[in-house]
């Protein structure tokens, strides 16, 4: 059974920063594309960001020079480092990843809420 467990969520003031983590455990044989998604309240769950197991990386344009993605390969980890929130950033950040486990899946973490609020 795989697994991705999100962390790193919580409350912070406009203009402040926090980094989220999700590990992936159980039968991981290796990862392909990790990345973050999220989704505010009455709205569709949008791309953030995504990285390549090679280190290619893309961004959405509303978080570009903001966010930076990475990851470790050896941990099975990917990280998001938010800098400059804004309220806007505001919503449930979910983990992604494509896992070789028994067989390829796209599997999803629980999610973890970000608050940017005065």
């Known amino acids: 059974q795989v697994q991705l467990v999100e962390s790193g969520g919580g409350l912070v003031q406009p203009g402040g920063s926090l980094r989220l983590s999700c590990a992936a455990s159980g039968r991981v044989f290796s990862i392909n594309v990790m990345g973050w998604y999220r989704q505010a309240p009455g709205k569709e769950r949008e791309l953030v960001a995504t990285i390549t197991r090679g280190g290619s990386i893309n961004y959405a344009d509303s978080v570009k020079g903001r966010f930076t993605i990475s990851r470790d390969n050896a941990k099975n980890t990917v990280y998001l480092q938010m800098i400059s929130l804004k309220p806007e950033d505001t919503a449930v950040y979910y983990c992604?990843?494509?896992?070789?486990?028994?067989?390829?899946?796209?599997?999803w973490g629980q999610g973890t809420q970000v608050t940017v609020s005065s």
């Open positions: 992604n990843a494509g896992i070789y486990s028994n067989a390829y899946h796209d599997y």
